[in-house]
């Protein structure tokens, strides 16, 4: 009840809702009133304000429009590893997508879910009640793991198929990312945020992990232990600065996450 979602970027779009901007359009919470103007809807005289004048007032209201929160989830094999905890990372992107998505509804944002991994999964789109939620949640939460990703997928699903503003979290481990300068055009459209959830393993000294043979769970090939840990820090960092919310499996979820949102 605490938390509010402060976003950076003001929303353009043409659909009715709740959540108030700036511009003046239809709404119903009065923001002025100001001399009238040839064309003006008469139906908005302030008669009030005309009467003390002398001359004609229209009131003018806040335009509404809802918010688009899209949440891209990915479902990869390597979202199952639990090296160091009995959480997966697959379990911690669930636990922040159901945040975000009931969050969402308490102020009345438009919700839209993509499960991808090498292609798009599932989608669920519009998400207007906590019932649908509830009846969404319960069926990505039984959905089975797919065997390869591609980090590319989200970006190149926002660029094709959401050409207006939205705030946006891909939630992944983002392992072997490759470079993301090319879709640095969309943050000037969109509000990015990334979600990136690893295993404290990922991150120890490879030096000394090096000597363990293992399995790869999206390959399904054996070999060393070999981590991209630092560089895909690097190339996430750069694109996506402050929007970058580091989660680990052993992360205390609640006040990583709260923190993130109320900064």
Do not use: C
């Not at 700036?22 to 008469?42: A, L, P, Q, W």
């Not at 009131?59 to 899209?70: A, G, P, Q, S, V």
């Not at 989660?247 to 923190?259: A, F, P």
């Amino acid at each position: 009840q605490e938390i509010e979602l402060k976003y950076k970027k003001k929303i353009r779009s043409n659909r009715a809702g709740s959540i108030l901007v700036n511009r003046s359009g239809r709404g119903m919470d009065f923001k002025e009133s100001r001399v009238y103007m040839y064309g003006d809807d008469i139906r908005f005289v302030d008669w009030n304000v005309s009467s003390r004048m002398g001359e004609l007032y229209v009131k003018l209201f806040h335009e509404e429009n809802d918010r688009t929160i899209n949440l891209f989830l990915d479902i990869s094999k390597s979202m199952s590893f639990n090296g160091a905890n009995s959480y997966t990372k697959f379990f911690i992107g669930f636990q922040f997508l159901a945040f975000i998505t009931l969050l969402s509804l308490n102020t009345g944002d438009r919700i839209n879910i993509v499960l991808y991994s090498d292609k798009v999964e599932f989608v669920a789109l519009g998400i207007k009640s906590k019932a649908e939620a509830y009846r969404i949640l319960r069926k990505i939460n039984e959905f089975p793991t797919a065997n390869k990703t591609d980090h590319l997928l989200p970006l190149q699903y926002l660029k094709n198929k959401i050409p207006r503003n939205s705030i946006s979290y891909i939630m992944s481990d983002f392992s072997g990312i490759t470079d993301l300068t090319p879709y640095k055009s969309l943050l000037a459209i969109h509000e990015l945020y990334g979600i990136r959830i690893t295993d404290p393993i990922e991150s120890m000294d490879n030096k000394v992990l090096k000597n363990f043979f293992i399995e790869n769970l999206e390959t399904n090939k054996g070999g060393s232990y070999s981590s991209t840990y630092l560089s895909d820090t690097e190339i996430l960092n750069d694109f996506y600065r402050s929007n970058l919310l580091n989660l680990k499996t052993d992360s205390d979820l609640g006040k990583s996450i709260v923190r993130f949102l109320n900064r």
